[in-house]
């Protein structure tokens, strides 16, 4: 597979619009490339996990892109992991994920979502703990959402007929 996806970047303040190559079928390899040439290059199991190299790479130089998958509450799924992580759970401490909180990786996100990669795995820790949380058995809304969940269409789906 090679596909190219616009992807919004930040640097120096600004945003701008850079190309985004996914080689691969696990393990996958990421490019990313601005006008001036290639920035940074990273390769993974997933695109979730090549997308958390790169990103290490240029949080230094101090750009940010703004896609999902730099989100600090997301998360891909297992079988999601399996095929690629091309889709991630928006994580919620106070419920448990559905279908209607899935994104796909390289959607864009708004700037103040976005954290680092450390913010990523602290928030993962958090939602962790929580899940394991005996007062989520006694919480209505946590209940509700858990039995209503597959209700819903995936936002990347919602907008798409």
């Not at 940074?40 to 090549?50: D, K, R, Y």
């Not at 750009?63 to 928006?90: K, Q």
Request: net charge neutral; charged share 20%.
């Amino acid at each position: 597979m090679h596909e190219g996806i616009t992807v919004q970047v930040r640097f120096d303040g600004r945003e701008a619009e850079w190309t985004m190559t996914v080689e691969g079928n696990g393990p996958w390899s990421l490019c990313l490339e601005s006008p001036r040439g290639v920035e940074a290059a990273a390769s993974g199991g997933n695109v979730f996990e090549a997308l958390r190299s790169m990103r290490e790479e240029l949080d230094l130089r101090g750009v940010t892109i703004c896609c999902n998958g730099a989100r600090r509450d997301v998360r891909p799924s297992g079988l999601s992991a399996s095929h690629g992580a091309w889709m991630l759970y928006v994580l919620r401490t106070w419920r448990p994920p559905t279908v209607r909180d899935l994104v796909p990786t390289f959607g864009y996100c708004e700037p103040h979502l976005i954290g680092s990669v450390r913010d990523q795995d602290a928030y993962w820790q958090r939602h962790l703990d929580n899940r394991g949380n005996w007062l989520n058995l006694i919480n209505p809304i946590w209940w509700l959402y858990f039995m209503t969940g597959s209700w819903g269409r995936p936002k990347a789906f919602r907008d798409v007929q």
